[in-house]
């Protein structure tokens, strides 16, 4: 499998614009393409994207309640980690408190990005790319296909629409990011237990169906790599390319990046 290039390095302020020997697209006609990476490969950069030289990304969701890191959904499920043990110290055991009710504490009640739009266009912005989803598998729009999204739970706001209407408003150009693709596996550890202790044996929230749909269903299968997912079944394919396209159709964003490659292969 073969990883997209990445078209632009971010760090946790600002992206800067970084062309891996990108022509400006002068084609007359759009170029259509196809599922295949020879067709894929024709893309160009965009002449304003080639042009924009800087730009700021937004990576904000609902780990920043505890403040202890963007891997907190993850590494909170896993015993002896920092963030296990602030969980555990702040919030109590993680079969009782899970990443699902920290979600809930995350009100974004303060959110103006009227406001942050204005500062980052003043600091020189030329395009300005918000996060759509990350690992933890929290969608920051209305999503059609995942009921786990900040409409329906936590800030009860669509995160992205918000975004994209300060940012159009101010006369940028605007983008998504999506960490999506790793999910699936990454959040397996929230289906085990703690192997020592009081709460031995005692499943993590994930591995109650109740809340499969945050937590993914594992449909039995082992796969916590860190990367991607080695072997994902069918089913996570289809939800993964059903949310993502519910995402570019209802927010058509200039720039879409991936957090890496789409580790289904090729349809």
């Given at each position: 499998?073969?990883?997209?290039?990445?078209?632009?390095?971010?760090?946790?302020?600002?992206?800067?614009?970084?062309?891996?020997?990108?022509?400006?697209?002068?084609?007359?006609?759009?170029?259509?393409?196809?599922?295949?990476?020879?067709?894929?490969?024709?893309?160009?950069?965009?002449?304003?994207?080639?042009d924009?030289?800087?730009?700021?990304?937004?990576?904000?969701?609902?780990y920043?309640?505890?403040?202890?890191?963007?891997?907190?959904?993850?590494?909170?499920?896993?015993?002896?980690?920092?963030?296990?043990?602030?969980?555990?110290?702040?919030?109590?055991?993680p079969?009782?408190?899970?990443?699902?009710?920290?979600?809930?504490?995350?009100?974004?009640?303060?959110?103006?990005?009227?406001?942050?739009?204005?500062?980052?266009?003043?600091?020189?912005?030329?395009?300005?790319?918000?996060?759509?989803?990350?690992?933890?598998?929290?969608?920051?729009?209305?999503?059609?296909?995942?009921?786990?999204?900040?409409?329906?739970?936590?800030?009860h706001?669509?995160?992205?629409?918000?975004?994209?209407?300060a940012?159009?408003?101010?006369?940028?150009?605007?983008?998504?990011?999506?960490?999506?693709?790793?999910?699936?596996?990454?959040?397996?550890?929230?289906?085990?237990?703690?192997?020592?202790?009081?709460?031995?044996?005692?499943?993590?929230?994930?591995?109650?169906?109740?809340?499969?749909?945050?937590?993914?269903?594992?449909?039995?299968?082992?796969?916590?790599?860190?990367?991607?997912?080695?072997h994902?079944?069918?089913?996570?394919?289809?939800?993964?390319c059903?949310?993502?396209?519910?995402?570019?159709?209802?927010?058509?964003?200039?720039?879409?990046?991936?957090?890496?490659?789409?580790?289904?292969?090729?349809?």
């Amino acid at each position: 499998m073969r990883p997209f290039k990445k078209l632009f390095f971010c760090t946790s302020i600002a992206s800067i614009l970084l062309t891996y020997g990108c022509k400006t697209n002068i084609a007359k006609e759009p170029e259509v393409f196809n599922s295949s990476w020879q067709s894929l490969e024709r893309y160009q950069c965009p002449e304003w994207f080639r042009d924009a030289k800087f730009g700021i990304w937004s990576h904000w969701n609902g780990y920043v309640v505890p403040e202890q890191g963007d891997w907190y959904a993850r590494d909170m499920y896993i015993q002896g980690s920092a963030q296990y043990n602030y969980h555990l110290k702040h919030y109590g055991h993680p079969s009782k408190f899970g990443y699902k009710d920290i979600i809930e504490l995350w009100k974004a009640d303060k959110f103006n990005p009227d406001s942050l739009v204005a500062l980052y266009k003043e600091a020189g912005a030329k395009y300005i790319v918000s996060l759509a989803v990350h690992h933890d598998n929290f969608d920051l729009w209305d999503s059609k296909y995942h009921k786990w999204n900040s409409v329906s739970y936590g800030p009860h706001k669509n995160i992205v629409g918000l975004w994209e209407k300060a940012v159009r408003k101010a006369g940028l150009r605007w983008g998504v990011t999506s960490h999506l693709e790793r999910s699936w596996n990454w959040l397996q550890v929230s289906h085990g237990a703690d192997t020592s202790g009081p709460y031995k044996g005692v499943p993590y929230d994930g591995a109650n169906l109740a809340y499969k749909q945050i937590y993914h269903d594992t449909y039995g299968i082992k796969d916590d790599n860190l990367a991607y997912a080695i072997h994902p079944p069918k089913q996570w394919a289809d939800e993964y390319c059903n949310r993502i396209k519910d995402l570019m159709l209802q927010h058509k964003p200039d720039l879409f990046y991936m957090d890496g490659g789409i580790p289904f292969g090729e349809e």
